[in-house]
């Protein structure tokens, strides 16, 4: 979902611009970084409902108070294999690379390491964190859960989020295997982003609140999304939700704030991070050769009429990140948005313009 008029920027550039941002609403420039990183990262992987659109509530939330400027989550309980975090309303992408580094170091050490945290804040795509496991020749799963968004089967009111879930395996190549799903249609930013571009959604992504099929985005996000495969994804997401909430004694269910809603409210979503040491039960290299084989097997099998081209698992936003060249498109909604923030921070908004400058000096922003 693309408007007219889109802006290319280099990642880099847009990453300083949101750098600066983040140090100007109270975080080291370190921090900053890794958030910034995170956005702009999914931004080139075309998943821009987790890119840099969420600057504005990110912002927002720091304002009000609901997120914290801490940068790292404070240790509840350990148990060798097993953590309990409180992010005390950090941002995720902070508490996330904390959390999946511990996982990691207690897989090496004991075969698996189990991350929950509580208090927590949106950390933007779990594949991040999941890859970042497999990197280290662990296998990653991450999920989170997140405020009622769908109804139960048959049902006419929100009882779940439609929490995500990655996994990802150590393979060969520059290509990670790695599945990363909400379990909704179609994740919330998505019909936000066809909101904010005035476009309609497909009618099997959510219903009204009465229950009746929509593709008006406004509509869908004063109603429900619709689970991912019915009663399967419904279960999915139920089951994550009790996960990442019990288990970090944090909150699940209608605990979790909407995102979107009272900025001085905090979110307050769980997650979960579990890696597990492949040496502890294969040679890593045999099974990333393996696992490697078995991607280029599904690329190679038989298409069907009028299919070019079969993907592993992660691949298309592997190859999305490949074709972006290193530039990001920017919605000029968003590139608008970015030079209100950093009006409002006091900071410079470089490469973008003003946002009442002309449109068509907007759209000539090349880096």
């Not at 799963?141 to 009111?157: F, K, Q, Y």
């Amino acid at each position: 979902m693309t408007e007219k008029g889109a802006i290319l920027i280099a990642a880099e550039q847009l990453r300083v611009l949101v750098v600066r941002l983040f140090v100007a609403a109270g975080l080291s420039p370190a921090a900053a970084r890794d958030v910034a990183e995170g956005l702009v990262d999914a931004d080139l992987e075309g998943v821009s409902s987790h890119g840099v659109m969420l600057v504005d509530m990110y912002l927002g939330r720091i304002r009000q108070g609901s997120v914290s400027t801490r940068e790292a989550a404070t240790v509840v309980s350990d148990r060798g294999a097993a953590i309990v975090l409180d992010a005390g309303h950090a941002l995720g992408q902070l508490t996330g690379e904390q959390a999946v580094g511990m996982a990691v170091e207690r897989a090496r050490r004991l075969g698996a390491g189990i991350v929950a945290v509580r208090h927590a804040f949106h950390f933007g795509t779990a594949r991040r964190y999941a890859v970042k496991a497999a990197a280290a020749d662990c296998i990653g799963i991450v999920a989170c859960n997140t405020r009622p968004l769908m109804p139960a089967p048959g049902g006419a009111e929100r009882v779940v989020g439609n929490n995500p879930l990655a996994i990802a395996v150590p393979t060969d190549g520059p290509i990670p295997i790695v599945l990363d799903m909400a379990t909704s249609e179609a994740a919330m930013g998505k019909i936000r982003l066809a909101d904010k571009a005035g476009e309609a959604i497909p009618p099997n992504w959510a219903v009204t609140i009465d229950g009746t099929p929509t593709t008006d985005p406004a509509a869908a996000i004063a109603g429900m999304l619709l689970p991912a495969a019915g009663p399967k994804g419904f279960g999915m997401a139920f089951l994550i939700d009790l996960m990442c909430g019990l288990l970090s004694g944090g909150a699940s269910g209608a605990a979790v704030q909407p995102l979107y809603g009272d900025f001085a409210v905090p979110y307050d979503c769980s997650h979960l991070f579990i890696a597990i040491d492949v040496a502890h039960f294969a040679d890593p290299a045999a099974f990333r050769v393996a696992a490697a084989a078995a991607a280029d097997r599904l690329r190679a099998g038989r298409r069907a009429p009028g299919v070019a081209q079969l993907y592993a698992p992660g691949e298309i936003e592997w190859r999305q990140r490949q074709q972006a060249e290193g530039h990001v498109r920017l919605e000029p909604a968003v590139a608008a948005m970015l030079v209100r923030a950093a009006r409002e921070l006091g900071v410079s908004a470089e490469p973008l313009s003003a946002p009442d400058e002309a449109a068509e000096d907007l759209s000539r922003i090349q880096a």
